[in-house]
């Protein structure tokens, strides 16, 4: 990607991603975490062996698979469901489960994992991993109390537990949180094996007969083709990006080890170097066990570098992360410009749009209408926090509103009401489905031709020339204040709307950890927006909002590995450019909103100019200042011109006077450098002789050739005197 900023590169990234299929991987990767490699003593790239989250499994026969799944159900609908309480139960080796199991099992044991728990100081019995998050109880001065961790705090989960939650999602797709497992364990929760096989577990004593029911009528060794390929697709997908996430650390640490001090425009010869990957990967491997590292890094999207700069770029681009994106995404699920099927029509925007339209009060102070904005007072949330936590836990807040049941009831109707049919192909819509009606709604009653333009917020031009040279802040107070304007709003939940809206018109502002010193029109801000917009197109929506900006700024730094990826790279660069530009005045926002081609080539010309301009100035800003020895030498070099810095600084000069050296101190040098005389300032006429090399000073008792001064040009602040001519 072509830098915008002229800021020195970054080079720090969480490493390695996380693919969620087997299919190579051309971006980075979704989400990351550093495992610490356990091989004893390091070796050569070549034959390195890295500690793999996954070992080995041996398949099994598709009989065997099928019996030891109706082994696990048989098991499940013993014992282990007399009564409604969760139990464990033994899970059968060849079972289409285990492997997932497996991985879920390696990858909570895994000492990042393990240390991380114990930081934190957590009783690992009580631990229910989710997909975003990670419960348990927690003993701090003998009072214990249940504690979560998000993938969005400052904890570090998301950090450690890549591997983990792509295990996770593949467990436990209905979000219900998964127990605890320990290294040495082959039991699972029963309920997580009933919901993983399609039963429902029970919810009380009185639906344990449900369950024992629905057990005794299927066998599980009979599953249809597509419910069972459904299951082992899970399996393969969380295994194959658990490798993944291994193959691109360990390629990383590879290629690392042959960078060395190498220049970027030196060759590197990497061809037929052979590296070995996951027992998860599809790659055929050689008789060594081992695959051509061109053929590794091609599988993750790269190609195989010839200079030590390319080399760089790919180590940047195997441990660049992208966080999984939020459930709601950027709040714009079902909000497009363009309709498509799953989407809200034109006509389903107009209704939606005027829902709150009558909620005007009567006389009487009764409201004779629909106002979803009230829902952002659900469990007190305006009262009991300040707009700066509003603003700075946005995410959780609207979490809270649109999972309250009086959100999701409304959610139900209006999908209803305009035959709205789910991911499940029926009216039986997920909760998060649900939220995205009411979200599209409260949206509409800003804007009701959302999502609108890029860089717009219910009418108010947040890239409008006049708030350039502005902080993200203060912008951002004014889309509230403008927010307010909206008589059905209480003012308390500016904060969140603007949260809201934000999210898909201008995601940067969202970006934590953001300087206060960034400024709007600024070629830093560029950069950002540059950087937040490479994150949302490849990630997915939303995912930029849990990155911090350091993160997020690394992105920009990421070169294309092929001319056809320079294309689309650059391509995400236009809008920032053309923005830019506007707020510049370097030209008027075009009636139509259409920018011409002679728009752009004024844009970037500007902004390359302006680019060149700062970096010329960065390199004048982080240049050594010379030392006194320096400019000493840069003088000295005047008069003699022939002479190398290492010559100039072996010469040496004594006192010119014979009878003032006989009088000198025994403590005192007889001889000085020239280099130390000059910085001095006792570089003076008639004091001193220059002598050659290896030269002592004249002994009083013989006749000795003595140098006559002449004058030679040095700053006017510093004569120079130096003895030339002979007598």
Not at 31 to 50: E, Y
């Amino acid at each position: 990607m072509s830098n915008i900023s002229p800021a020195p590169q970054a080079r720090t990234f969480t490493p390695a991603a996380l693919p969620f299929s087997p299919a190579p991987v051309a971006n980075p990767a979704i989400d990351t975490a550093v495992r610490t490699k356990r091989s004893p003593a390091p070796q050569t790239p070549d034959t390195q062996t890295p500690a793999w989250t996954l070992q080995p499994l041996v398949a099994p026969t598709a009989e065997a698979s099928s019996r030891a799944d109706r082994v696990l159900q048989t098991s499940l609908g013993g014992s282990a469901l007399r009564g409604a309480a969760d139990k464990k139960v033994q899970v059968p080796r060849d079972a289409t489960i285990f492997p997932l199991y497996d991985a879920y099992r390696s990858a909570l044991n895994t000492p990042e994992i393990q240390a991380w728990l114990l930081s934190k100081g957590f009783a690992l019995s009580t631990l229910v991993v989710k997909q975003g998050s990670i419960s348990g109880s927690i003993t701090r001065d003998g009072v214990s109390s249940v504690q979560t961790f998000t993938t969005d705090d400052a904890s570090g989960w998301r950090q450690v537990s890549a591997r983990l939650r792509a295990a996770v999602q593949g467990l436990d797709p209905d979000g219900q949180g998964v127990p605890y497992v320990s290294d040495d364990s082959d039991s699972f929760s029963r309920n997580m094996l009933l919901r993983w096989y399609g039963v429902q577990p029970p919810t009380g004593e009185g639906d344990v007969k449900r369950v024992q029911h629905a057990l005794s009528t299927t066998d599980w060794s009979t599953l249809p083709p597509s419910r069972k390929a459904e299951l082992e697709g899970r399996v393969q997908t969380a295994r194959s990006a658990i490798g993944a996430l291994d193959e691109r650390a360990h390629l990383a640490n590879v290629l690392t080890q042959h960078l060395a001090d190498k220049s970027d425009d030196e060759a590197v010869a990497l061809a037929g170097l052979e590296v070995q990957v996951s027992s998860a990967s599809a790659l055929a491997r050689n008789a060594n066990g081992k695959v051509l590292l061109d053929d590794a890094l091609r599988s993750h999207g790269q190609v195989l570098p010839k200079t030590a700069g390319e080399l760089r770029n790919a180590i940047r681009w195997l441990t660049a992360a992208l966080p999984p994106p939020p459930a709601q995404g950027n709040y714009s699920h079902l909000l497009a410009t363009t309709w498509a099927p799953g989407l809200l029509s034109a006509a389903d925007k107009r209704v939606l749009a005027e829902l709150s339209n009558d909620d005007e009060e009567e006389d009487e102070g009764e409201s004779s209408g629909l106002n979803l904005l009230r829902l952002f007072g659900v469990d007190g949330i305006l009262e009991r926090n300040t707009p700066e936590a509003l603003r700075t836990q946005a995410d959780h807040f609207l979490d809270r509103v649109f999972r309250d049941p009086v959100a999701l009831f409304w959610g139900d109707l209006l999908a209803r009401d305009r035959s709205f049919l789910g991911a499940s192909g029926t009216s039986q819509l997920s909760d998060t489905e649900r939220a995205q009606w009411v979200i599209a709604a409260i949206k509409l009653q800003f804007d009701p031709d959302a999502p609108g333009r890029a860089g717009t917020v219910a009418g108010y031009d947040l890239y409008q020339p006049g708030n350039s040279g502005r902080s993200l802040a203060e912008v951002r107070a004014d889309v509230e204040t403008h927010l307010k304007q909206n008589k059905l709003l209480d003012p308390k939940a500016a904060p969140l709307v603007a949260h809201l809206l934000l999210a898909s018109a201008a995601p940067e502002f969202l970006v934590p950890g953001t300087p206060a010193t960034l400024r709007i029109g600024s070629t830093q801000w560029a950069d950002l927006r540059l950087s937040v917009m490479f994150a949302e197109r490849l990630g997915g929506a939303g995912c930029s909002r849990a990155m911090p900006y350091e993160e997020i700024m690394a992105l920009s730094r990421l070169d294309a590995r092929t001319p056809e990826e320079a294309a689309v790279l650059d391509n995400y660069g236009v809008d920032v450019v053309l923005d830019w530009a506007l707020m510049r005045g370097l030209y008027a926002r075009p009636a139509d909103g259409r920018y011409t081609p002679q728009h752009y080539q004024r844009a970037i010309q500007a902004f390359d100019a302006e680019r060149k301009q700062k970096v010329e100035a960065l390199t004048l800003f982080n240049a050594a200042m010379p030392t006194r020895e320096d400019l000493a030498i840069t003088n000295l070099q005047k008069v003699f011109a022939d002479l190398s810095v290492k010559q100039l600084k072996a010469l040496r000069v004594c006192i010119a006077d014979p009878n003032e050296r006989r009088n000198l101190k025994t403590s005192e040098p007889r001889t000085r450098s020239l280099v130390e005389t000059y910085m001095s300032g006792d570089l003076k006429r008639d004091r001193w002789m220059l002598l050659a090399p290896g030269e002592q000073p004249p002994q009083p008792a013989r006749k000795n050739h003595r140098m006559r001064l002449s004058r030679c040009w040095v700053p006017p602040s510093k004569p120079l005197w130096i003895k030339t001519s002979r007598r």
